[in-house]
């Protein structure tokens, strides 16, 4: 646990959406630094086991700004990860709705901020800012951005709202670009890098994956475990130098190269591709991000490799490696 300092600082802290991949193991990390009693989880539906017995847990519907006021309220929250959002592929299939709820909650965490009913709100934005005219590898924190999702156009906006409320109205917003998060606990939905969590419970299942991605779409990754780490570190420094949305890398592959990776444990595991519509938003997103920026202001750096998230993955899945 941190010292009481922090403590005191961050004394509650709400997460919402914590029903999602990202949500329920920041929940639980959270809890494990700041104690059970500090982090309140709330989602539209309830979460996994562990977060539900180990701490307060509320039922919240996050477009409804009289309910998140409320549990704020109730419990004396002072900091806001707001992690709900609808992912790449979906949002395409309901794009106005995708937008609503993706920019809707945004604002109102945002005028809790402006407020003062809150101090400290953390916001994901996504590799899905970028578009086929940005660098495709490598890509730089500042280039062209011409996103072609739904996804991706509410992200966009999203930071440059952000920005807006932090220079118009002093708002203490931080966010990061997460690329694909790799996890076991909670599987994500409706994503672009979806496949890269699916392929490992088929191959422990049924020893075969159909791809929906084709075999050399490379694509920035990172680990759970990295991917919170950066997540509460950038949300606890006193070094940010930028109110914008940060680039953080890991690693990058491709289905074959995981393929591969995976086959070095399971050597009769095939994998087969049939790509399909996240194809086309797979190839308008870079192949590898520069996260030099984070690493000098805030200390960012990754911890896990490709064959450690490989043997984490089917370890935690309970094929043992
Ligand atoms: C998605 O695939 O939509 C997300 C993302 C990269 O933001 N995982």
Redesign the pocket.
């Known amino acids: 646990m941190r010292d009481l300092n922090l403590i005191t600082m961050a004394s509650k802290i709400l997460i919402i959406g914590s029903s999602g991949q990202i949500g329920t193991e920041l929940v639980l990390k959270l809890r494990q630094i700041y104690g059970n009693d500090h982090i309140i989880a709330s989602d539209i539906r309830v979460g996994n086991y562990e977060v539900m017995k180990s701490g307060p847990f509320e039922i919240l519907d996050a477009t409804k700004k009289e309910d998140v006021l409320k549990v704020i309220k109730k419990h004396n929250v002072n900091q806001v990860y707001l992690m709900v959002a609808m992912?790449?592929?979906i949002?395409e299939k309901i794009p106005k709705k995708a937008w609503e709820l993706n920019m809707s909650t945004l604002f109102l965490a945002l005028d809790l901020a402006k407020e003062r009913i809150i101090n400290r709100v953390f916001w994901p934005s996504?590799?899905?800012v970028f578009g086929p005219s940005s660098p495709k590898t490598n890509t730089p924190q500042h280039t062209i951005m011409n996103p072609t999702t739904v996804?991706g156009i509410s992200?966009l906006a999203g930071e440059n709202w952000c920005e807006y409320y932090h220079n118009k109205f002093g708002v203490d917003v931080r966010s990061v670009r997460?690329?694909?998060?790799i996890s076991y606990k909670t599987i994500?939905g409706?994503?672009?890098?979806?496949y890269a969590v699916q392929i490992f419970h088929e191959a422990i299942k049924n020893k075969s994956y159909t791809s929906f991605l084709n075999a050399d779409t490379t694509?920035p990754m990172m680990y759970m475990d990295d991917a919170i780490d950066a997540t509460i570190q950038l949300m606890e420094s006193n070094n940010i130098s930028k109110y914008e949305s940060y680039n953080i890398a890991a690693m990058s592959f491709s289905p074959k190269v995981l393929s591969r990776a995976i086959q070095k444990y399971i050597p009769n595991f095939i994998i087969k591709y049939e790509d399909d519509t996240r194809q086309e938003?797979a190839n308008t997103?870079p192949q590898s991000v520069d996260d030099k920026q984070a690493c000098k202001d805030w200390g960012w750096n990754s911890k896990v490799s490709l064959d450690q998230l490989v043997r984490s993955m089917l370890n935690g899945l309970n094929y043992k490696v």
């Open positions: 992912l790449s592929a949002a996504s590799i899905a996804y992200k997460y690329p694909g998060i994500p409706g994503g672009t890098t979806d694509l938003i997103w």
